[in-house]
């Protein structure tokens, strides 16, 4: 069975007192079930978050990371930094670095296989515009982007990689993909992994992200093949964010 995931990617929000302060606020959660609740705050806040959550259940990630090790790369992080805060994931290719950053398939691959290299766990964002949903190729897109992150990574590995679909059109919009198509594209992506690495594809956690909320939290994670959430706008609200981790009711 796969371990369901709730991870808050709290993009370019909360300073590191308010950091401090909202971590102190999520401590509280009492995820019931077997719930892995993880929570990504901007780089800058990173060590005030690792030193937050020493000794808690909740675990930390990044927004992202550069794909060498060291060097002249001006405004960059590197793994092993991240590493000594205390973070364990790392957001990879979330569409607003593809956008906004220049990230493409090529970036995120390499970005995927240097966190991996260091013992750290991607989650790697895949998912369509709004143009090419309304094209009808979905699945060619997200399948796409899913095999060129994963090129090079070996079977020991697969098992470490936590892969978001975000429809670009559900992102900040308060528009959700339903929750049977979200399932049926996590299903396509899932079937994109197996092709590359067989039966382990069944072990890799496969999340919806896009407006996803304590509203509509219990249905995305009733279906079969949605097995967590990567929550922007409601992770930053400590009682949103408590309900989408309690998603059972
Ligand atoms: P929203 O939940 O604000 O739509 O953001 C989703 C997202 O981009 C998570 O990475």
Known sequence: M????????????????????LIQELKKIQPKG???????PMTV?????GAQLKGTEIKLGAQNVHFE???AF???????SLKELG??????????????????????NKKVLKVLANGLKPII???ESLEQKQTGITNEVVCLQTKAALCGVSNAQITD??????????IGTGMTATASDANRTIAAIRRAVREMFGDAAEQVRILYGGSMNDKNANELMSQPEIDGGLIGGASLVAEKFEKVVNYHG
């Not at 077997?34 to 990504?40: A, F, I």
């Not at 001006?74 to 092993?80: D, F, K, L, Q, S």
């Not at 290719?93 to 970036?107: A, N, P, V, W």
């Open 69 to 71: 090790d060291k060097g």
């Open 161 to 170: 990689v936590v892969i978001a679909y975000e429809p670009v059109w559900a």
């Open 87 to 108: 973070v364990e994931y790392v957001i990879l290719g979330h569409s607003e670095r593809r956008q906004y950053f220049g990230e493409t398939d090529e970036t995120v």
């Open 125 to 127: 964002c895949v998912g």
């Open 74 to 80: 001006t405004g960059e992080a590197n793994c092993a």
């Open 2 to 21: 796969r371990r369901p995931m709730i991870a808050g990617n709290w993009k370019m929000n909360k300073t590191p007192a308010e950091t401090v302060a």
């Open 45 to 49: 806040s990173l060590f005030a978050a």
């Open 34 to 40: 077997n719930v892995e609740v993880v929570v990504c």
